[in-house]
């Protein structure tokens, strides 16, 4: 008992050094390697036990193979190219979404969302306590909300707010979504030595899921599209279209949510996690598109908007204006058109992509040409100040609405990180572990 003290005084005297981080860092580690050693001949061969593992297909993403690329404008656009200057960038493989996140696909977070703060109202059977004394969601409880009508009813609109009286309609400002992510950028500052500190390295979140319907009234004026604002998100119809009317923030939320939906399955089943679902970084984005190929104009290669046989082979905006001449309006499915050499749908025009940089007309300059990646997280200070031109994010790919020098490979541009429009969408990717999908030593 004695010695047990001794421990624990000394431990907490670690916790009061400057190098804190390092001593809890060197301790996991240590914990770690005393696993599974072999002691039989002395001899270094590592920690045994362990399997070799293979990074996983993720469904619905395509491999994305590690290469340099010529990143910038591939045509003679003079202003276009102070922003988008040519520079030559390496980029790490990483799987992608074939085709843009689909109003079902999101669909599925928002119901996810809804009903995790339904099973919470609820708590028993459908919130259990784990060994650790942590709640959790026991999903294998089905949830029969008809009987759980009265418990439930702080999560629907009042009957006064109803449009129509005798339906019970979710309030859909109640649906948010909390998460919590790691900062590296504030990890890797050597003055983050103490304790307390590390509250500033992990933060927290709160986001409305529910995409914004309105979208599609507010972005034109003199317009009518209230049919897609009701139906665009809600019908059958458009189920396999790419979701549109979602922030940046929103973008980063289903993110999160689809890595921890995954990482319950590696859990049940006791497998190594693979990287978390993020979106891509814009050079990401682009060297996608670009599908193997170097200086390109589109992603089929150009610099023609038009096959063989004299079909489009985007959704966008052509001939001066003739919305309906490429065989769409509003956005089409996902998966429509040819998709490039890897296989990714509507890397031009449909709609337009979220990345996860900041905007700035100066960031080809200094950042590196390994891996770049510019980012900024935007937070509404006291008095605004700067505010707007820090949270400007770089969108991608042109969009249904947009001409054809807005579809190019090297095209950016940028939306406010807390605007949502009927043009802009995005898709995810996750980092490829290990050198090549081609290695099987």
């Not at 079909?311 to 490429?326: M, T």
């Amino acid at each position: 008992m004695q010695k047990r003290n001794i421990v624990n005084l000394k431990f907490k005297m670690l916790l009061k050094t400057k190098n804190f981080k390092a001593i809890v860092i060197g301790i996991s580690l240590l914990s770690i390697a005393g696993c599974g050693l072999n002691r039989g001949t002395g001899e270094l061969t590592g920690v045994t036990g362990r399997s070799i593992w293979f990074h996983p297909e993720p469904v619905g993403m395509v491999y994305v193979p590690t290469g340099t690329f010529h990143t910038g404008q591939s045509d003679e656009d003079i202003f276009s190219s102070f922003i988008t200057p040519n520079k030559q960038v390496s980029i790490v493989a990483f799987w992608m979404d074939d085709t843009e996140i689909t109003n079902n696909e999101y669909r599925q977070f928002v119901y996810y969302t809804r009903d995790s703060i339904a099973r919470y109202m609820l708590m028993e059977p459908y919130v259990v306590e784990d060994e650790e004394g942590v709640l959790r969601i026991d999903w294998d409880e089905d949830l029969d909300w008809e009987e759980s009508a009265d418990d439930l009813e702080p999560m629907y609109l009042p009957p006064n707010l109803r449009f129509r009286r005798g339906n019970k309609e979710i309030n859909t400002g109640k649906l948010i979504y909390h998460y919590e992510w790691i900062d590296y950028n504030v990890a890797k500052d050597k003055k983050v030595t103490r304790q307390k500190d590390f509250k500033r390295i992990i933060r927290k979140e709160d986001v409305h899921v529910y995409p914004d319907t309105l979208c599609w009234v507010r972005d034109f004026a003199y317009s009518y599209n209230e049919p897609m604002t009701r139906n665009y998100f809600h019908h059958p119809k458009f189920d396999d279209y790419p979701v549109v009317g979602v922030n940046w923030h929103q973008a980063n939320a289903f993110c999160n949510w689809r890595t921890r939906w995954k990482q319950q399955y590696w859990d049940r089943i006791q497998a190594p996690r693979t990287e978390d679902f993020r979106l891509p970084t814009e050079y990401e984005w682009e060297y996608a598109a670009r599908g193997g190929r170097d200086n390109n104009m589109y992603p089929w290669g150009g610099p023609y908007t038009r096959n063989a046989k004299g079909c489009f082979l985007a959704n966008f905006k052509p001939n001066r204006g003739n919305l309906v001449d490429d065989g769409a309006f509003y956005p089409v499915r996902a998966d429509k058109y040819f998709p490039n050499d890897y296989g990714l749908y509507n890397m031009a025009g449909n709609v337009s992509e979220w990345t996860a940089n900041s905007f700035s007309e100066t960031s080809h300059s200094f950042t590196t040409d390994f891996n770049p990646d510019y980012r900024y997280d935007a937070r509404p200070d006291k008095d605004g100040t700067n505010y707007l031109s820090l949270s400007r994010k770089v969108i991608r790919g042109g969009s249904w609405k947009d001409i054809a020098a807005f579809i190019q490979c090297g095209q950016r541009s940028y939306e406010y990180q807390d605007t949502t429009k009927s043009y802009v969408g995005f898709r995810t990717v996750q980092s490829y572990l290990g050198r090549s999908r081609n290695d099987r030593e």
